[in-house]
């Protein structure tokens, strides 16, 4: 867990509460080599590859609440891509110096093509009408 159990457990919980979506990332057709860490794994590593503060992890679950407020019909098929959406995004919006999108496919442990970070930003931003600010009183009360 790289010193992130908690957290990561706790992120991996809401997102699968959430969104009804599996521990496990579905399986590419055809297969590949490409690893597939259960979700708080997979948490875990993005938590520790960026070295992000906690704040940027709760935004990401907040937009994902907000995203779920906008769609409470919505399942999610894959946890990883809806934590790796909302969290870049997140990292985005507080982070001055944010990671460019070829970066978050290392951080997604080579689980998503770059074209396919790209396309997971862009519908995560279309779906939440680019309502992307958090006021900061609302995510210190929902942290």
Known sequence: ?????????????????????PDIHPLPSPPT?????RLEHFIAYALHRTRLHTSVTFAALYLLQRLKARFPAA???????????????????????????KSWCIVGQGMFQLREINQMEREMCSYLEWELNIDPATLHSFE
Do not use: W
């Open 1 to 21: 867990y790289y010193g992130h159990e908690t957290t990561s457990k706790v992120c991996a919980r809401y997102v699968s509460h959430l969104f009804g979506s």
């Open 75 to 101: 399942q999610g098929s894959s946890g990883h891509r809806l934590f790796l959406s909302a969290f870049m995004i997140a990292t985005k919006i507080f982070c001055d110096n944010a990671y460019r999108n």
């Open 33 to 37: 080599n490409t690893p597939n860490p």
